[in-house]
């Protein structure tokens, strides 16, 4: 992919899109957590945002239970961070 065009640049550093994907972020998260909960599990959800070296403003929920999310063979695998990301 080429050279990111200045225009592409001062979208993602718009806050207002910031926000947008921040809003959007936390209430995966807070999805993620009610149903790990409902489910038994104990993670907890947090919501890094930034701007990547391209330009490209994100907004990441992170899980702190890798195990959780995707199972062993002492715990169950939940999903939750998968399945409110889907919608489910």
């Known amino acids: 992919m080429g050279r990111q065009p200045d225009l592409w640049k001062v979208a993602n550093k ?23 909960r409902a489910n ?5 959800y947090s919501v890094r945002t930034g701007i990547r070296p391209s330009g490209r403003a994100y907004a990441d929920v992170v899980s702190d239970s890798p195990a959780e999310e995707r199972g062993t063979e ?3 695998r939940i999903n939750a961070l998968r399945r409110a990301a889907r919608g489910q």
């Open 40 to 44: 038994g599990g104990k993670a907890n």
């Open 14 to 36: 718009n806050r207002r899109l910031q926000e947008v994907l921040e809003k959007r972020a936390r209430r995966i998260a807070a999805r993620a957590t009610a149903i790990s």
């Open 74 to 76: 002492e715990v169950p």
